[in-house]
Nanobody
Framework: QVQLVESGGGLVQPGGSLRLSCAAS????????MGWYRQAPGKQRELVAT???????????NYAISVKGRFAISRNNAKNTLYLQMNSLKPEDTAVYYC?????????WGNGTLVTVSS
């Protein structure tokens, strides 16, 4: 069973930045898809950003329209860690952020890290 631990959340003012990390208990190289999702109070969980391995073994990125140009997803295979760099944060980015890794049609979720954007 893969264990995922998110970190890096916290309170930040509008316009600020945070970097979220998702540390996996095993190598992330074997996962075909990785991503970040978020769930705001009273709302459904939504996709933020994904990394998906293509047929040529390169990873394709995909972003929600609401974060495109502000957030960046990346990975470090050597550290078994997935990242989400969040810039120009807005109050509407406030949510619990979850990382997801997918392998062989099985999803593995972290427990989430809270991001609060407020002045």
């Amino acid at each position: 069973q893969v264990q995922l631990v998110e970190s890096g959340g916290g309170l930040v003012q509008p316009g600020g930045s945070l970097r979220l990390s998702c540390a996996a208990s095993e190598t992330i190289f074997s996962f075909n898809a990785m991503g970040w999702y978020r769930q705001a109070p009273g709302k459904q969980r939504e996709l933020v950003a994904t990394l998906t391995r293509g047929s040529n073994s390169y990873y394709n990125t995909n972003y929600a329209i609401s974060v495109k140009g502000r957030f960046a997803i990346s990975r470090n295979n050597a550290k078994n860690t997935l990242y989400l760099q969040m810039n120009s944060l807005k109050p509407e980015d406030t949510a619990v952020y979850y990382c997801l890794l997918n392998r062989d049609a099985t999803d593995y979720w972290g427990n989430g890290t809270l991001v609060t954007v407020s002045s």
